[in-house]
């Protein structure tokens, strides 16, 4: 390689370490529309959720500074794969099932979810707020609804923070306190 080779691979790779720097930023920092709904959440913890060995999101939690499982915390997932809304409504009600909603209540719910919740695609992102008396929806930085009931908001953000969920690993990612 010439020495011009040299200075262009150098100037190439410098030049693409610059463009991670805004993707490594935001990825701990929380999305305009949720810093302006709730500002004193801070980044938590991130993980992955693999089904059979693909990645289908990468989750991110900002919660306050004592307590990440009161809300008001809020769960980002930025998705890896294109998924129908409908799956995800579909996907939450089968989670939810584990935390003693009822039918009704599961039904219910699983509506209003598919009724906000959109289709995805790489690089999409849901974020959830949980408020004391209810769940605030984003997509893309978009608000894009409500689902109102402090039981709701605290049976979906179960999903991931109760003890009882069905991904331990990726909870304890979520609640690993910043340094």
Do not use: H
């Not at 799956?87 to 909603?101: L, N, T, Y």
């Not at 509506?111 to 790489?122: C, E, G, L, S, T």
């Amino acid at each position: 390689m010439s020495c011009n080779s040299n200075w262009l691979m150098r100037r190439r790779d410098a030049g693409l370490a610059l463009l991670a720097l805004p993707l490594a930023a935001w990825a701990k920092e929380a999305p305009g529309a949720l810093t302006a709904a709730a500002p004193n959440l801070r980044p938590w913890g991130s993980g992955e959720f693999r089904r059979f060995g693909f990645l289908v999101y990468e989750a991110t939690l900002w919660a306050g500074d004592t307590a990440p499982v009161k809300p008001p915390l809020a769960l980002g997932l930025t998705y890896k794969r294109n998924i129908d809304g409908k799956a995800i409504a579909d996907a939450s009600v089968d989670q939810m099932r584990r935390f003693d909603a009822t039918d009704a209540q599961l039904a219910r719910w699983g509506d209003q979810m598919q009724a906000i919740f959109p289709n995805v695609k790489p690089g999409d992102q849901i974020v959830g707020l949980q408020l004391p008396d209810r769940a605030r929806f984003f997509f893309n930085d978009q608000p894009v609804g409500d689902i109102a009931g402090a039981e709701f908001a605290q049976t979906f953000f179960a999903i991931w923070l109760d003890p009882r969920t069905s991904e331990p690993k990726l909870r304890d990612a979520l609640l690993k306190r910043p340094a």
